[in-house]
């Protein structure tokens, strides 16, 4: 096996556990920001809002490490850290868009979380997420 091989096969396992972790922090944020347990809304209780701002929330948070990663260093050590530094960024931003959201979403938004039936609502914040994480993604290039 090439040095070459071997370093290719360490850097992608150690950028895939960095983005595991992320993703994972990501969710246990997202948890603690809703009403309830989100993995029983989503995965018991089968709750559509949950779902879709869950999922949102999840692929903007991907978009951002997916571009930290390409745009990172090519020293390993240095593109991890960079990876990291801007994941958490990326998680920060998608909490303050969250407590906006809250803010100016008349009603609850916590309890859109929890209604039985997909709204608009719900919608409407799950692309603002995935904008949000998009343009991010996009400031790091």
């Known amino acids: 096996m ?8 360490i850097g992608t396992l150690s950028y895939f556990v960095l983005a595991a972790v992320i993703l994972v922090v990501g969710f246990v944020i997202l948890d ?5 347990k989100l993995h029983e809304l989503v995965f ?3 709750l559509p809002n949950a779902a879709v701002i869950t999922v949102a929330q999840q692929v903007s948070i991907g978009i951002i490490v997916v571009t930290a990663v390409l745009t990172s260093s090519d020293i390993l050590s240095e593109g991890l850290l960079e990876t990291a530094v801007f994941g958490v960024l990326g998680l920060v931003i998608q909490v303050v868009v969250m407590a906006v959201l809250e803010a100016v979403i008349p009603g609850r938004f916590r309890d859109l979380v929890e209604d039985p039936k997909l ?9 603002i ?4 994480g998009t343009v991010n993604a996009a400031c790091l290039i």
Do not use: E, F, M
């Open 32 to 36: 603690l920001i809703t009403p309830g």
């Open 129 to 132: 997420l995935i904008v949000v």
């Open 44 to 46: 018991v209780h089968h």
């Open 2 to 9: 090439t040095q070459y091989l071997v370093d290719g096969v």
């Open 119 to 127: 709204r608009s609502g719900a919608v409407v914040a799950a692309v």
